[in-house]
């Protein structure tokens, strides 16, 4: 059952850029991964999604090396409205019973 | 377009009884699936059902089902309530499989 393990926690000031990472050691080949955003009290958002190398649309930036055993989430120029929770998700495969697995998140705390 | 809607967005009942919540999802999206979100464990997969067939189902106890509709809708059932189902559920709908996933605010249970 694959696993993902990401900070629990980052801290950085508005105008930086901000480097979240996401390990899943076991990520099977057709997998996909995509990073969601959350807001207290709101459902997940989508942010971003890929399968190698790096995407980019206009909010983020995701790098996924060869061996597609971790991602970054990249925020460019992070203002006080990104202070959230961001979630790594990797789809798992395990026989017939296909399987979402969220990581724990990482809760991001931009500071003026 | 209409986004996920899920009713009632909260609910107060004592240990024993059962619930029923409910998901409607993005107009043309075929796949709802629920997720379990607590402080402790995070956001943990239910289920997903896809043309009103449970395609993936996630490690909780049968006192946790849920079924689709023709149009899409689903709803979730909790039986013999435990102090620990208090969480906030939470119904995506997508597309498919591994396409974005767009979530609704969730259901508030609060477990007596």
């Known amino acids: 059952l694959a696993k993902t393990t990401q900070p629990i926690s980052m801290d950085s000031y508005e105008g930086q850029e901000v480097n979240i990472t996401c390990s899943h050691n076991n990520i099977a080949t057709n997998d996909y991964i995509t990073w969601y955003q959350q807001f207290p009290s709101q459902g997940p958002r989508f942010i971003i999604q890929?399968?190698?190398?790096?995407v980019t649309n206009e909010v983020a930036s995701l790098f996924i090396p060869a061996d597609r055993k971790s991602s970054t989430l990249s925020l460019p120029r992070v203002s006080l409205s990104d202070t959230a929770v961001y979630y790594c998700l990797v789809g798992a495969s395990m026989d017939s019973n296909y399987q979402l697995i969220w990581g724990a998140g990482t809760k991001l705390i931009i500071k003026p | 377009k209409a986004g996920v809607t899920q009713t009632p967005r909260y609910l107060i009942k004592t240990r024993g009884q059962q619930v029923t919540l409910s998901c409607s999802p993005i107009?043309?999206?075929?796949?709802v699936s629920w997720y379990q979100q607590t402080p402790g464990q995070g956001l943990q997969f239910l289920f997903e059902y896809f043309s009103e067939t449970q395609r993936n189902k996630g490690n909780f106890p049968g006192r946790f089902s849920g079924r689709q509709f023709s149009n899409s809708r689903s709803e979730m059932n909790v039986s013999t309530l435990e102090l620990g189902d208090s969480a906030l559920y939470l119904c995506a709908s997508s597309s498919d499989r591994g396409h974005e996933q767009f979530f609704g605010p969730g259901t508030r249970l609060t477990v007596l």
């Open positions: 890929g399968y190698k190398t790096k």
């Open positions: 107009s043309g999206h075929r796949s």
